[in-house]
């Protein structure tokens, strides 16, 4: 009987069901502690039949990481109307964000993770995901800068230091609210909204923050002073 429904079903969509259970296992128990005999087991299939499909525990993996990277840029991008004010579009990025990691841990666990921290190929596949989702966070930040001054002056290499500190952020903000109980994806969003926008509104109004001027003489006197002790 299961080798009858084995061959009837179309082979994409067994293999989405590898992927799920795979996604599954390695999200919960890591890459190093999962184990090919678990995930066919989880998926109704044989292990052979896995290794049919997707040829190894590297390549499964990779699949997994690939897969859900796709996902997690989509929905970022499709929960963004280019027709709201600066504000409303960062608003509508995260909260997009922050409710496709929440409804997807074991698939958040695999690429902030188990993907970064088993080295190459893996921690490659996160990082193209990753550099995705900053450059469409730099072209929001960049968008609001000309929403607020027409010409701004906000240097691009500044913006992409914007959006590489807020996406950083929000991906540790995502993992702690995970592991969290009772954080809901709409607050993890305004969490991250009025770290991010505090900031970022004043900087959009021409009034960003500058670290002191040094007092003259300060170097030399902490070094006189590090002589003499």
Same mark, same amino acid.
């Given at each position: 009987?299961?080798?009858?429904?084995?061959?009837?079903?179309?082979?994409? @969509?067994?293999?989405? $069901?590898?992927?799920?259970?795979?996604? $599954?296992?390695?999200? $919960?128990?890591?890459?190093? !502690?999962?184990?090919?005999?678990?995930?066919?087991?989880?998926?109704?299939?044989?292990?052979? +039949?896995?290794?049919?499909?997707?040829?190894?525990?590297?390549? +499964?993996?990779?699949?997994?990481?690939?897969?859900?990277?796709?996902? +997690?840029?989509?929905?970022?991008?499709?929960? @963004?109307?280019?027709?709201?004010?600066?504000?409303? *579009?960062? &608003?509508?990025?995260?909260? #997009?964000?922050?409710?496709?990691?929440?409804?997807?841990?074991?698939? &958040?666990?695999?690429?902030? +993770? *188990?993907?970064?921290?088993?080295?190459?190929?893996? #921690?490659?596949?996160?990082?193209?995901?990753?550099?995705?989702? @900053? !450059?469409?966070?730099? $072209?929001?930040?960049?968008?609001?800068?000309?929403?607020?001054?027409?010409?701004?002056?906000? /240097?691009?290499?500044?913006?992409?230091?914007?959006?590489?500190?807020?996406?950083?952020?929000?991906?540790?903000?995502?993992? %702690?609210?995970?592991?969290? /109980?009772?954080?809901?994806?709409? *607050?993890?969003? #305004?969490?991250?909204?009025?770290?991010? %926008?505090?900031?970022?509104?004043?900087?959009?109004?021409?009034?960003? %923050?500058?670290? /002191?001027?040094?007092? #003259?003489?300060? *170097?030399?006197?902490?070094?006189?002073?590090?002589?003499?002790?």
């Amino acid at each position: 009987m299961g080798a009858v429904k084995t061959k009837r079903m179309p082979r994409a @969509v067994r293999e989405q $069901q590898m992927l799920d259970a795979a996604v $599954q296992i390695f999200g $919960q128990r890591g890459y190093m !502690a999962a184990s090919m005999d678990e995930i066919a087991e989880l998926a109704g299939v044989s292990k052979p +039949l896995v290794y049919l499909y997707l040829n190894s525990k590297e390549d +499964l993996f990779t699949a997994c990481i690939r897969r859900e990277a796709k996902a +997690l840029v989509e929905a970022v991008r499709a929960g @963004v109307r280019p027709d709201l004010p600066a504000d409303r *579009q960062l &608003w509508e990025g995260l909260g #997009a964000f922050f409710a496709h990691t929440a409804r997807n841990p074991d698939a &958040w666990s695999v690429l902030h +993770l *188990q993907a970064r921290t088993h080295g190459e190929p893996f #921690a490659s596949e996160v990082a193209a995901m990753r550099e995705e989702i @900053v !450059a469409f966070v730099t $072209q929001l930040i960049l968008a609001a800068a000309r929403e607020a001054h027409r010409d701004p002056d906000l /240097p691009e290499r500044e913006v992409a230091g914007l959006a590489e500190a807020l996406v950083g952020a929000a991906e540790s903000l995502a993992a %702690w609210a995970n592991a969290t /109980p009772g954080v809901t994806a709409r *607050q993890a969003a #305004a969490t991250m909204m009025n770290f991010a %926008w505090a900031g970022l509104g004043d900087l959009m109004a021409g009034r960003p %923050w500058s670290p /002191p001027e040094e007092r #003259a003489g300060t *170097q030399a006197e902490e070094q006189a002073g590090t002589q003499v002790g």
